[in-house]
């Protein structure tokens, strides 16, 4: 039982440290999920944190709640699911109810203004950084439906303009074929 103790503490002290640290959104804390549960603690295989982002992010609501609440479901059930969650909000609440008290003093600052615009540039390499890394596991998989997937969702949103939640939803068909394909293979 204390190590189911310690995993829940060791999984709040995490996701508090890298929702209080992290800026940008929910696809930097993804990227810092990924390194702090798959690549330091070993606790979740590398193509399963793919397939939990790939949940967290077709999931309505912000993608670092949904992050949490897949980590703490797959390392700890709803128990784990209920202490990522909080120990993912707590930092953003804070700031937030600090930033609406301060707001008139923040709103004019040119340093704050200027820090928030050198923060834009990490921003952007740490989600180039996510694109990278996501799209190179997919790509050592060697699978060619889901190059063609990853291939022609860009084309048709970067392009044709798309709408996400279409290239999300026939993404979502395609997966639920391919896998009962899949099985029917596996079975026979």
């Known amino acids: 039982m204390a190590t189911n103790k310690e995993k829940l503490f060791k999984l709040f ?11 940008g959104g929910g696809y930097v804390i993804v990227t810092l999920m990924k390194k702090k549960f798959v690549d330091q603690y070993h606790w979740i295989e590398e193509d399963e944190m793919l397939d939990l982002i790939a949940i967290a992010q077709s999931s309505p609501g912000a993608i670092a709640v949904n992050g949490a609440i897949v980590v703490g479901y797959k390392l700890a059930g709803v128990l784990g699911i209920i202490v990522s969650v909080i120990a993912t909000i707590i930092p953003p609440f804070i700031i937030i109810s600090l930033v609406s008290v301060f707001y008139n003093a923040f709103r004019n600052n040119l340093y704050i203004s200027l820090m928030l615009e050198g923060m834009q540039a990490g921003v952007g390499a740490v989600i180039t950084s996510v694109v990278f890394e996501m799209a190179s596991g997919i790509v050592k998989e060697k699978n060619a439906l889901y190059l063609m997937i990853m291939f022609f969702a860009f084309i048709l949103n970067y392009f044709f303009k798309v709408n996400v939640i279409y290239i999300i939803l026939t993404c979502i068909i395609i997966g639920i074929l391919y896998s009962l394909k899949k099985q029917r293979r596996d079975i026979e």
């Open 13 to 23: 002290i995490s996701t508090l440290y890298l929702s209080a640290f992290t800026f």
